[in-house]
């Protein structure tokens, strides 16, 4: 497979022309392969990486002692009673609820902190 015509013949000068010879027979080309190896080297070196990852993280909970399998807390929902068809009127009628009023809170003024009077003033003049 000849790509970019890379494949040049072996010839050199100062060798000796069975040098050559032997050279030329053991120069094979196994492109196939090369990619193969590659393939299955970083499939492994993907495999090592990720189970480095977690069990590393597995040796670190099991010497902090920090587990992440807490009891969640349950929250019941109160229960309605089931509503009937009759036209009975409820017996306890609810009081019409009227909102309590809201005190009204004033901010206490912005507060003007000691300066110093050699030291430069290089903010704004007013707190935003």
Do not use: C
């Not at 009127?89 to 507060?111: F, G, M």
Request: proline letters at 15%; aromatic letters at 6%.
């Amino acid at each position: 497979m000849k790509l970019f015509k890379r494949k040049t013949p072996i010839t050199n000068p100062y060798m000796p022309p069975e040098v050559q010879a032997y050279a030329a027979s053991e120069h094979r080309e196994r492109m196939g392969m090369a990619w193969i190896v590659g393939i299955v080297s970083l499939i492994v070196s993907t495999i090592l990486l990720v189970s480095l990852f977690f069990g590393g993280r597995w040796v670190y909970r099991k010497i902090a002692g920090t587990n992440t399998n807490k009891p969640t807390p349950t929250v019941s929902e109160p229960k309605e009673l089931p509503s009937s068809d009759t036209s009975e009127a409820p017996a306890v009628t609810p009081k019409p609820t009227t909102p309590a009023p809201t005190p009204t809170t004033t901010l206490p003024a912005p507060s003007t902190p000691a300066t110093d009077p050699s030291l430069t003033r290089t903010g704004p003049d007013l707190d935003l």
